[in-house]
Every structure is written in C-alpha cells, then in structure tokens.
C-alpha cells in the first residue's frame, strides 16, 4: 500500500495521471461493454423470427453475460494475486480488441449466436479486469484517498452504463444497416482503452506463491473460507452481495412499474433507470466527500437505513415524478452504503490474497444478480404481486438489514456515532474500521 500523503480530496486524485489513466482505462470498459450489450438485445429481438424467440435471446444474453463471473471468477483472482495487478489491466484490456474485431464480424454476419459468443467474451474479459482494478487501489493510492477514488470508480462505473445504453440504442437506431460501422465503434472505443492502460504506472506483485489452482471452484472456496475467518470482510462482502442483489431487482422491478404500473413510453422508462444509475453515482461522490481521509463504516448503516424507507416509498407512490424522486433517493442511499464497503474490503484483504478475496466477492456478488432473478419470477410471476408491492417488500428488507447491521456490525454504529460528534476532526484510524477478529 501506498504510504499516506499531504494531500485529500478529489482534485489531486484527478490531477494524479496515473488515477487519471486507470479511471478512462475503466470506463472505456464498461462504456464498450454497455453499448454492446444494448446492440445485442436491441438487435436479437429485431433480428429474431418472432417475438417469443426474441425474448428468449434477450433473456440468455443476461445469462450468458453473468456466467464468465461464476465460471472463472478463480481464474482470475490467482492472476491478480500472482503478477503485477498493472500488467493484468493492460493485458486483460488488450483482449477487449480482440473480442471486438470478432465482433464487427458477428454484426456483419447478423449472427445472434455469434454475437451472444461475443457477449461471453467480453463478460469473460470484464472478470480477469475485475479483481486487478479494486485490488489495484490501496497498491497505487495512500489510505486516505480510498474511499474517494472507489466514489469516483463507482460514478465513471454507472456513467459508463448509463451512456453506454443510450449510445448503443442510438447507433443500434442509425447503423443497423451498417454492421461495419458499429463494429468499428466499438473497435475503436477498445483501442482508446487500452492506450490508456498503458499510462496506469506500475506496481510490483503481490507475491503469492501458493499452487495454481485448476478447479477455480476450489479458489472461491478458498476465498470463502478466508472471508468467514474474518467477521468485518465478511460482512462486507454479505453487503456488497446485497447491493448487487437489490439493484438488480430494482432494475428489472422499475421496467415492470413503467410497462405495467405507469404505462409509460421506453423513453421515459429509461428516464427512471438513468436516475436510479446516477442517483448511485453522485451517492458515491458523496460518500468519498464526507469520509474526509478515512474509510468511514459509519455510512453503510444510514445507507442501509435510507434506501429501506425510499424503497417503502416507492411501493406506495404511483406517479411518474414520485418514481422518479424515489429511485433517485435509493441510488444516492446506495453510493453511501456501497463505496465504504468496497473500499474496507480492498484495504483489509491481505496483499498476498487481495485477488482471490476480490474474485470471490464477485462470484458471491453474481450469485445475488441471479438470486434477483429468481425473486422476481417468484414474486411478479408465480405470487402475482405488483411491480410497486415488490419494491414496498424489497424498502421493508432493507430498513431490517440496517438493523442488522446494528446487531452483527455494532462498530459501524461507533463510526456513526463519532462521525455524528465532530465529522471534521476524527484521527484518520480511529473507531471507523471494525477490528480484525
């Protein structure tokens, strides 16, 4: 870990080329990622015989783009943990214009299964970037930048999915009949990416020296074994795993409230998915403002506590401007609860284990996405419950996990606390961090 500076906030962080580099390197990714994926459903329903097919493209190109996360997720944590997390970022980005170019040639075939191989592709490349980019930062950053540069890696993150969508929709409209040109979009975005990684400076390796192994089941569970052996990582992971898991739901539970409950066009449909996006995006520049130069575990409870009543909310508000309002509350309630977790979990993960930690909390975080799914077809499909009902439900599970949190984290309660006395005047490692048990 980098050795703490003079300087905090966010303009040295910014100024910081290197930070620079590896924050377009990201969202270049997830921006690449976002407009594909949104070609290939657009296109796959377009493209398909008849509208049950196309639906049932749509619904594997979600599976197929979550698999890589459970299939190699093992994979890619002994690669962080074994080379240099810098040298895995720029080559794990070079494989992004490889993904492309095979790509542009799906387009030009119109071929669904060759674009959802694509998709796997992508998703595969976006697992082995994963654990090296969180795991980077406490390597190339002093402590007390932490918190804020996970706000703004979570703000590019869902600025990077919000116009990714809307620019994919909008070439999709303009150059379907022009495979050529989207592929070379897409390529081109993929370049520019992976120039940028070049510039991410280097950082040596963290020296794991235990056997590869080649189930990479048996790494996740490893991974496991060393989360539950350690009460505050372990918790944090339950809780990033329950963010991943309610945004999914939420995402797939407001496209059910704007077809069915509001009866509302795409367009303002995806109004209320950009503001639940961005509402986490400016919560997580938030989070990193008032954390000052310390990781601030105070946050996660009011977090926690405040997407649970604008959850209850929603269930109960029937209106466009209300949804709105209500999915742009629990979004910034999500950037305070998430960004303070992640960055816990990069700093106290030991550095000869930080990729496989980091890995495993993704597996767990895709198992919540499609735990998501699972809930939902239960709720909306078999239990008839409806869209606003399933949000009230999803508001009264998240105000009890921040009593949870109370109960089994009763330091974060401490934080909060001391955070409430003096925000501006508490040592950096005071009561913020949980000990380690």
Known sequence: MQTESAQTGYLPLLRDRSFHSFLWTQFLGAFNDNVYKMIVSVGAVELAADQALGARY?????????????????????????????????????????????????????????LLVVLFLLAAQA?????????????????????????????ST???????????????????????????VLLAIAVIGSLTSLMIKHVAAAGSTEKFHVNPFAEVWSGSKVLYADAGLWWS?????????????????????????????????????????????????????????????GLVPIGALFMGLCGIFLGFTHTFAGTLVGLSLVGFSGGLFIVPLNAFLQEQAAPE?????????NF???????????????????????????????GVLTTLSALGIAKFAPSTLDSLLAWFRNRANIPAGSAALPPAE
């Open 364 to 394: 767990l975080n895709m198992l919540g996405v499609i735990l998501a799914s699972g809930m939902l077809y239960v709720m909306h499909d078999t239990l008839h419950w409806t869209p606003n009902s399933i949000l009230g439900v999803l």
């Open 127 to 155: 697992n082995f970037f994963s654990p090296a980019k969180y795991g980077i930062l406490p390597e190339m950053l002093p402590s007390s930048q932490l918190t804020k540069a996970n706000g703004l890696l979570e703000l």
């Open 237 to 297: 992971v339950m809780g990033i795993s329950y963010f991943w898991f309610l945004g999914a739901l939420l995402q797939m539970a407001v496209i059910l409230i704007g077809s069915e409950s509001l009866r509302l066009s795409e367009t303002h449909t995806g109004l209320l998915v950009t503001a639940l996006a961005l509402g986490i995006g400016i919560g997580s520049i938030a989070a990193g403002w008032l954390s000052h130069d310390r990781i601030e575990l």
């Open 158 to 184: 869902f600025a990077a999915i919000v116009l990714g969508s809307s620019v994919g929709s909008f070439l999709f409209a303009h150059w379907k009949a022009e495979p050529l040109k989207l592929g070379g």
């Open 58 to 114: 749509l619904a594997l190109s979600g599976a197929v783009f979550v698999l890589p996360f459970l299939l190699f997720a093992g994979y890619a944590g002994q690669l962080a943990d074994r080379f240099s997390k810098s040298n895995v970022l720029k080559v794990t980005k070079s494989f992004e214009i490889l993904a492309m170019i095979v790509g542009a040639a799906a387009l030009l075939a119109g071929s669904i299964p060759l």
């Open 353 to 361: 284990q930080k990729g496989r930690v980091l890995a495993t909390n």
